[in-house]
């Protein structure tokens, strides 16, 4: 049995790849340190003798008994709220935790897949986006530390690559949803469906003519589950070019839920990217893939599990303890 160390598991990505490597006969071992990965998503696989998980900052020194086949490195704040309110954390996971991730798989022979982002082409002067673009990213930005800790990240992980041989994988993930994101960790799906939930208007920033492009979340993990079995270590775009403005999103959204609120337009955040769309030729040369989910059915399953969230978790965030699960 294959076994698979997924940082960030408790995260939205991470606990779904838990569930899919699972169902593939690994043995997964997952890790985070909960400053925004919620235990709920694990909850239904604690009984998994499978499964193990560990409450760990991946920031500092990492320690897994046993053997390692595959590290998977998902840990990070991955909002922009999330940016602004730890911004030294999200610089110290994308740098010290990818380094204490690659020597850990260096340790292990194990291979790495590192999670990059659309966030390393910045606001994109080139549309759609390739991967050999090298992007437009302000450094001392409010999204700097994000975007140039996952720069960084992507550079130490070639490093490992060319100088010690190490199997490493990178992708460079667009836009995704689905259950499991955080009600209100800010970001424009959760943000609208939540407000269209709590009887709220749906706040578009700027005039709503920004673009982006969105992945269900069943798609992207095929995409990483591809590109970890393949033999290709640059850089890989998964997304789903299916690109709308964030205007027609909220209109989407409004018809979706049948809410009578309307669209009110606050101020555009700072270095916000006007345009985003994942060019994903080498996708579907290098792995087959390409997305198999519409937008419209992806949003019908994404709301119908918004619609399950205890009303607690719809106004605040609730938190619980899994300590018996839990190991330190
Ligand atoms: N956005 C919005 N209203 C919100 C939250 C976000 O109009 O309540 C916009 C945001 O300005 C951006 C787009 O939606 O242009 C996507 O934002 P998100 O934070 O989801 O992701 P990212 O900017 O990282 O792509």
Partial sequence: MPRILITGAAGFLGSHLCDRFLAEGYEVVGMDNLITGDLRNLEHLFPRKEFTFYHHDVSTFVHVPGALDYILHFASPASPIDYLKIPIQTLKVGSLGTHNCLGLARAKKARILVASTSEVYGDPAVHPQTEEYWGNVNPVGPRGVYDEAKRFQEAMTMAYHTYHGLETRIIRIFNTYGPRMRLNDGRVLPAFIGQALRGEDLTVFGDGSQTRSFCFVDDLVEGIYRLLLSDYPYPVNIGNPDEITIAQFAEEIIKLTGTTQK???????????????????????????????????????????????????????????FEGYVRK
């Fill in 263 to 321: 669209v009110i337009y606050k101020p555009l955040p700072k270095d916000d990217p006007t345009q985003r769309r994942p060019d994903i030729t080498k996708a579907k040369q290098i792995l087959g893939w390409e997305p198999k989910v519409s937008r419209s059915e992806g949003l019908k399953i994404t709301y119908e599990a918004f619609k399950q969230l205890p009303q607690d978790v719809l106004y605040k965030q609730e938190h619980r303890d």
